[in-house]
């Protein structure tokens, strides 16, 4: 019996800590952490190397009067690195649902429908206006993006249980966001390779 009431008080003391213990597990992962890292780094690295040494001209280029030009290009994302960043900041500060990812869609949703090859129809909000240099785009974007990368490797929220506040049936979970964030920049990289292509882009020389 002593036995029985020893088992039984040591139970007694463990379980909360256990019940604290498992409260505090979380569902973003350091592995998850780096993973977003990798890809914000990978993707500014690679807007740095399509657009570093670019001439004004090369900058200004348009395959045809209503498409977008390099410097444009990169100003849509420098506005979509501000949109992102207030995302997270507010989806961070909410109440945790950590519930909702049993009904939400998968990560591999979201990474293949921001890389689809059908176009997407950007909001006014984030358009480019056009009045912006080429070059001062590029650190338009790196300023904005290097405040990402610090948030993130810092950040100690649990990036899988903190969503977006929009009212869906189906909510990105904030480390989705990023998968949104990168997966933009890889979309529109592909957009400016396809401007450099086109058999009217100027050469350095010019």
Not at 189 to 205: E, M, N
Request: charged fraction near 25%.
């Amino acid at each position: 019996m002593q036995r029985y009431h020893t088992l039984c008080l040591l139970w007694l003391l463990t379980s909360p800590l256990l019940a604290q213990t498992t409260s505090l597990a979380k569902l973003w992962t350091e592995t998850d952490r780096q993973y977003t890292l990798d890809n914000l780094r990978r993707t500014r690295d690679l807007i740095v190397q399509e657009t570093q040494n670019l001439t004004p001209a090369q900058w200004k280029f348009k395959e045809s009067p209503d498409r977008w030009n390099i410097g444009e290009i990169v100003e849509h994302l420098a506005l979509w690195e501000i949109i992102w960043a207030r995302e997270v900041s507010m989806g961070s500060r909410s109440k945790p649902q950590p519930e909702l990812n049993q009904t939400s869609k998968p990560d591999s949703f979201y990474a293949t429908w921001i890389m689809e090859d059908s176009p997407h129809v950007s909001p006014d909000f984030s358009r480019p206006t056009g009045f912006i240099e080429g070059k001062n785009n590029l650190a338009f974007f790196l300023k904005l993006r290097e405040q990402t990368i610090a948030f993130v490797g810092k950040t100690g929220a649990d990036m899988r249980a903190q969503f977006e506040l929009a009212g869906t049936d189906s909510p990105r979970n904030m480390h989705q966001v990023y998968i949104f964030q990168w997966g933009h920049v890889d979309r529109h990289l592909r957009q400016i390779r396809k401007v450099k292509a086109d058999s009217g882009y100027p050469t350095s020389s010019h």
